[in-house]
């Protein structure tokens, strides 16, 4: 893609970078179009899943959302320089004025761009990064001047053949394979378009990749008939040529060359599971994953189910993960990409659905269905002894909302964000102040409150957590004592509730057995 008059590059942020092995593991996600131009050392690299070896001249290129993941280091030391810049389109709107839309679609590729002169990219790179310190981040005309020489360096077509370096070009034959894998891919055409013979070609990809290219070809289909066969209805007629085979019978010989097992046995084997979310919903169908992260583990720190589960590191490491051999990984990202090179990826974003409409659909995607009916089922009845134990707590007109105390803000929280709200909201059907109604029960996470406004959204009954981190505790003895917060109605007649965060923040199927325990008692206690 070559820049267009039609649109404009700004530079906004350029900064040098330096980590050690003890740094690592290191993630990050790219906020903007960035470009990271290594300058000194060596060690790999993950963008969004896929491998990149980490050396001087190295160009790795980030689109918005892109995940990166640095867990090795060859040398004692590594640096680079991360530039930032905005893509903004020139519109014409209705009345003939230029209107700019910011992009954050893909540009080019997320990860390794190779350019024809890389040396001469990392020069600049570093003549820019010099450039912005000494004007102290402000744009001029000579950083406006270098980013632009860079930028050409970046869009600049590779010529088909030449004399780049000749790993690279199998890189990019592998990044082609997992963009076109229903294309009938050969051998001899990516050998071509990297500029190399046939034999060169499969001796270089088997060294870079440790498979031959049609296993590796045949690997990455079977990856993605796995994802269908999970994920969809599909019949294998129906799959072959989503994955580029020709029929459903070709490619259950396929799967079964891979794998090791033919399709339908492979849909009803147990799953090896990794999940960076909904480790309680999977306990709640009487599932155990191989790994998840140790903030999911401190919900269930001294139950005897989380024995055993491998803790994937955080930021979550890939490597990890991969040394896990999930079939299945769920998590809340959107972007996953990084993820489904490892197995096959399931999001189900955080607060979207409620609690136990999440638990029927799991139990559906992991055969698990009876046993997220039953559930669901005795759920039913501890809410109907719920309701009748608490009945009369609260009275007619009166109202309850969930409140949690942050270093800089209380939130009233939504519905679908934990903190017991389905329970308070749902299960016991109370209302909250007509103030926060849309908030608290419509979508988002809630709403702030300043706190010299609380009086304004304060509830008759309220149920208080406090976010520790980042002053949370200090900010709410503070609030506590004040004056403010004891003239409010619901501290004056004993209706303040305070539960605790590392119970209450999560909004699993068995937490929210645990939550209504907690809640039934404190009601039927003030009572």
Known sequence: MKPTYSKIYKLVGVKSHVWTPEQLPCQETAITHSLFVAAAGSGEAYVDGRKNKLAPDTILFLNPGAVVDIHRLRSSIFKGTLLSFEIWDVEEARDN???LVKESGEFIRSGEALVEQPGDVCALAAQLAEAWERGRG????????????????LTSRLPETGDGDPERRIRQAVAYIHENYRLDITRDYLAQSCGLTPEYFSVLFKKTTGQTFADYFAQVRVAKAKEQLLLSKATLDQIAPVVGY???????RKFKQVVGMSPSLYVKKPKTIVCLQYLGHLFALGLKPAGTTAKQLSAFATSLRA????????PVSLTKI??????????TRTKHEHFSQIATTVSLPWGQ???????EYLGELLDRTDGAKAWIERFADK?????????????PGETVAAYEIWGDRIWAVNIRFGRGTRNLYGTLGYSPPMQLAEHVLGKGPGMAIPFRELPQYAADHMFVSVWNEHGGEKRAREIMSSELWQGLDAVRK???????????????????????DIQTRLLTRKR
């Open 383 to 395: 809410e109907r002894k719920a309701r009748r134990n608490t009945a009369g707590a609260v009275g």
């Open 494 to 516: 004993g209706r303040v509730y305070e539960v605790d965060i590392n119970r209450f923040a999560w909004n699993d199927p068995l937490s929210l057995e645990q939550q209504l």
């Open 246 to 252: 020709s029929d459903g019978l070709y490619l259950s």
């Open 322 to 331: 991969s040394e896990l051999e999930p079939d299945l990984i769920l998590t």
């Open 97 to 99: 004025r230029q209107v």
């Open 353 to 359: 659905y409620d609690t136990l409409k999440e638990l």
């Open 138 to 153: 402000e744009p001029d005309f000579q950083t406006d001047a270098l980013f632009r020489t860079i930028l050409h360096h």
């Open 307 to 314: 024995q055993g589960i491998q803790d994937i590191g955080f």
